[in-house]
């Protein structure tokens, strides 16, 4: 029997747990993905689960395919001389191939005191079950402050706000800069009629355990702060001696492989293609997670990998549990004045939302299944630091 091919997938978010699915299009490779923890965090539900109205997490036994080794343990190093994955347990894993799907994490800026110690963030699950289980403890009227006005800052704003709760958004700069102007009107107005204050062009200075500071000295009394301005990168492929861009997201080429070493391909919102990455977002992560895995076969097949040809046609927001926004875009992921919101959003957003754990769960069953919005590859005009 030939021997098999050691794959290593090192994150098991969107991206990664359909990449080892695909990769089970050959049936010559041992594919093992480590994450951290047991259970699938479906992030996009995370608003929901921290206002009490949806859960979060999946049993990895519903999403991964037979023969799939799941290793619960957290990577500390990737050892590109040896070959191997060094576990925070300790442990080592040999490979032939890697793939970085680590994600994103939240990120409050150590430069604002408080917002890391003091203010929560739903990046993760852990974090928001912190978050959830403060909220339950507080009286229904103690006011809460969203720190971010982009679609995270608003879903969550959003969900907590229907759910009869006092909610303040802080944007840095303007509510909702990624939808269409008619798209940020309907979001303010929603936001309006559910009580929800909205302070635009506004910087948090800092965190207090009851209140939040910002820039003009203003002090805003704020029992729970959720951080949900921005998003960082774990630092590992940093930390292992691998070129990063200055978020930490793995420096590749168009078939995002590592620009240090063929035998590491990254997917998700990890990867920085010719030091031009895609926006963070569920969308993407599985096309990218299956590019992944087309680029490993292609290497062990001996025939070139494919490039980059994911198209984004806009976003979704959801207002709660009966509304949402479904924006539309440019092939460039650039808004055009056009949405779709009211009960149909909401829809549109839930059906997006169910689809992105129902195309890992149609690979875990049927590799090679998944599709996705193509156009053409990128023109490669690489700014790499």
Do not use: M
């Given at each position: 029997m030939p021997a098999l091919h050691k794959v290593v997938v090192i994150g098991g978010g969107y991206a990664g747990t359909l990449a080892a699915n695909h990769l089970r299009l050959r049936d010559d490779l041992a594919i093992t993905l480590v994450n951290a923890r047991p259970r699938f965090v479906d992030r996009i539900r995370l608003h929901q689960y921290v206002a009490g109205t949806g859960?979060?997490?999946?049993?990895?036994?519903?999403?991964?395919?037979?023969?799939?080794?799941?290793?619960?343990?957290?990577?500390?190093?990737?050892?590109?001389?040896?070959?191997?994955?060094?576990?925070?347990?300790?442990?080592?894993?040999?490979?032939?191939?890697?793939?970085?799907?680590?994600?994103?994490?939240?990120?409050?800026?150590?430069?604002?005191?408080?917002a890391s110690g003091l203010a929560f963030d739903i990046s993760a699950y852990e974090p928001a079950r912190r978050l959830r289980t403060r909220l339950a403890e507080l009286p229904h009227d103690a006011r809460i402050t969203v720190v971010g006005g982009g679609l995270t800052g608003?879903?969550?704003?959003?969900?907590?706000?229907?759910?009869?709760?006092?909610?303040?958004?802080?944007?840095?700069?303007?509510?909702?800069?990624?939808?269409?102007?008619?798209?940020?009107r309907y979001a303010a107005r929603w936001l309006?009629?559910?009580?929800?204050?909205?302070?635009?062009?506004?910087?948090?200075?800092?965190?207090?355990?009851?209140?939040?500071?910002?820039?003009?000295?203003?002090?805003?009394?704020?029992?729970?702060?959720?951080?949900?301005?921005?998003?960082?990168?774990p630092r590992l492929a940093a930390e292992s001696g691998l070129r990063t861009d200055g978020l930490?997201?793995?420096?590749?080429?168009?078939?995002?492989?590592?620009?240090?070493?063929?035998?590491?391909?990254?997917?998700?919102?990890c990867a920085a293609p010719s030091g031009r990455p895609l926006r963070m977002s569920c969308y993407a992560a599985g096309p990218l997670g299956a590019l992944a895995a087309r680029t490993i076969l292609s290497r062990i097949a001996g025939t070139e990998p494919e490039p980059i040809n994911v198209r984004f046609t806009g976003a979704c927001a959801s207002l709660g549990r009966h509304a949402g926004i479904r924006q539309l875009a440019r092939?460039?992921?650039?808004?055009?004045?056009?949405?779709?919101?009211?009960?149909?959003?909401?829809?549109?957003?839930?059906?997006?939302?169910?689809?992105?754990?129902?195309?890992i769960r149609g690979e875990a069953r049927r590799p090679g299944s998944v599709r996705w919005v193509k156009g053409r590859p990128r023109s490669v005009e690489p700014a790499l630091t």
């Open positions: 859960e979060a997490a999946i049993d990895y036994g519903t999403l991964l395919g037979d023969g799939i080794e799941l290793v619960v343990d957290g990577a500390a190093r990737i050892d590109t001389a040896a070959r191997e994955v060094r576990l925070e347990s300790g442990r080592a894993l040999g490979y032939d191939y890697v793939i970085y799907a680590v994600g994103s994490t939240g990120a409050p800026p150590p430069q604002v005191p408080g608003i879903e969550t704003a959003a969900e907590l706000a229907e759910r009869g709760r006092a909610v303040t958004l802080v944007c840095g700069r303007t509510l909702a800069p990624y939808l269409s102007t008619g798209g940020r309006a009629r559910h009580g929800v204050t909205v302070i635009e062009g506004a910087e948090v200075s800092a965190v207090t355990p009851d209140a939040v500071v910002l820039a003009d000295g203003t002090e805003r009394p704020s029992a729970v702060t959720i951080w949900a301005a921005g998003f960082g990168v930490g997201r793995l420096l590749t080429d168009e078939t995002l492989t590592s620009l240090d070493d063929d035998r590491i391909v990254a997917a998700g919102d092939k460039d992921d650039t808004a055009v004045n056009v949405y779709v919101g009211g009960r149909a959003g909401a829809v549109i957003k839930e059906v997006t939302s169910a689809f992105a754990v129902s195309r």
